[in-house]
């Protein structure tokens, strides 16, 4: 997928100029980059497992991570040693994890970091629509299953967008 795809996509993430994000698997850090020159105040941390995309990211989001709007870790998030509670938002483009298997526990861990009433974006793009359906309704299904609520699908041609919001009081699944 190009980068261009990717930036549209972050259309659909509402970021306030304060908030405090997490971005899981940021590859190239573009995604990164449109989110992060919309904090002023705000924090965004990118992960990725991969050293070659952090370097990647790391050149891209420079001026960013200069300001302090951002940082980009070699970070794999199954292990990251994070505070609770430090994220208004967390998300994920394409980070195939969330639909193919998530890892025992990685969902009540990512609903731990949220704040309460934090949000938790998968974003997924695949070449056909029926693919891109599969993937909906099996994110969807995963994060009703670990106790997210609200959780909505927004499925716009081979793209797709499935939200869940941590409940004010969380129990895990």
Partial sequence: MGTNALLTRTVTLTVGPTDR???????????????????????????????????????????????????????????????????????????????????????DRIGRLLVPGGVFHIFAERPTRVAVEAITTRTASTLREARFSHVTTALTGARTTVTGRRPRSWTPA
């Fill in 21 to 107: 994000l997490l971005e899981i698997g940021c590859g190239s850090g573009a995604t990164a980059a449109r989110v992060a020159e919309r904090l002023t105040t705000g924090h965004l941390l990118a992960i990725d497992r991969a050293a070659g995309a952090v370097r990647l990211a790391r050149q891209r989001n420079a001026a960013h991570i200069r300001a302090g709007r951002a940082e980009v870790r070699q970070l794999d998030i199954t292990a990251a040693d994070l505070a609770d509670g430090s994220f208004d938002t967390v998300f994920a483009v394409n980070v195939s994890l969330f639909w193919m298997g998530t890892p025992p526990g990685l969902l």
